[in-house]
């Protein structure tokens, strides 16, 4: 287990374990994050072959995150090409690819069926999000944020407080506080000052159980969600306190215990199996 002692190339090190179990996952957001803009770079006589291809992927990706491809079954080229609107062989181009990725894996008999998901990996990754957060609260911290981002970070704070006042929230609330909350955790990552951070971060947060908002949606209609906000807003309090005053091993530690909130929620999700409104979801077992 990582000690504050240790410095930042053992840390590195020790969060580079979790990214070796993700690295399918990985690969499959970074080509999520460049996927339309690749789109766009295309040439307008690009051939139709590419353009479809293209279509399929995306396409059937929406479908396996959603759950119109549950989790464990097989893929069908011959009822999936009417229903996308292409040839077969597109589709054989994005099957490979989405097994490249890690959302389907390669049948011994041939074909393709939709990869399922531990619990444990679910929540290696949301520690894997704490973890690379925690980091840049502490390099924030030991380096000096930028006084502009400081005060932009409370500022956005201030909006969260405002936000939480009423005793009950409505969905209209909740909603902007996935807004406000994303925005807060961008900047806290602008702190740190480092592009590398920063792209592995943008990277983790990407998985549908590992961004910081990931569960916002399901507390909407929770007795407590609205409490659950609040215990996070003092996280971002404190968290912020400690990088102004240059405290960097407490900062770290409060985005450690950060990201076990969304550990709680999720374990919270997969009891109740109210995953309706988390795509991505339904490709986790239960242990």
Do not use: W
């Amino acid at each position: 287990m990582y000690t504050y002692n240790q410095g930042i190339p053992e840390l590195i090190g020790h969060f580079a374990d979790y990214l070796s179990k993700f690295e399918c996952l990985l690969r499959y957001i970074e080509y999520m994050a460049n996927a339309e803009n690749q789109s766009a770079a295309r040439p307008a006589e690009a051939d139709a072959g590419g353009s479809q291809a293209l279509r399929a992927l995306v396409r059937l990706r929406e479908m396996v995150l959603a759950g119109e491809l549950p989790a464990g079954s097989r893929i069908a080229e011959l009822t999936l090409a009417p229903r996308l609107g292409v040839s077969r062989t597109p589709i054989r181009s994005a099957l490979v690819r989405l097994e490249q990725e890690g959302l389907l894996e390669s049948l011994p008999g041939g074909g393709y069926a939709v990869r399922t998901l531990s619990e444990r990996d679910a929540s290696d990754a949301i520690e894997l999000r704490g973890t690379i957060e925690g980091l840049a609260a502490r390099l924030a911290a030991e380096r000096g944020a930028a006084a502009g981002v400081l005060g932009e970070a409370r500022d956005c704070l201030d909006a969260i407080d405002q936000l939480l006042q009423p005793p009950v929230l409505d969905e209209a609330a909740f909603a902007r506080y996935v807004d406000l909350n994303a925005h807060f955790h961008h900047l806290l990552a602008e702190m740190a000052g480092s592009g590398t951070l920063a792209r592995e971060l943008d990277r983790v947060v990407r998985l549908p159980f590992a961004s910081p908002s990931g569960f916002v949606a399901l507390q909407a209609n929770s007795p407590g969600g609205r409490d659950m906000l609040v215990v996070a807003q003092d996280q971002h309090r404190q968290v912020l306190e400690a990088i102004a005053a240059g405290e960097g091993a407490r900062a770290e530690s409060i985005m450690r215990e950060h990201a076990r909130l969304a550990r709680r929620n999720l374990h919270t999700v997969l009891a109740g199996r109210d995953m309706a409104r988390m795509p991505g979801v339904r490709l986790i077992r239960r242990a």
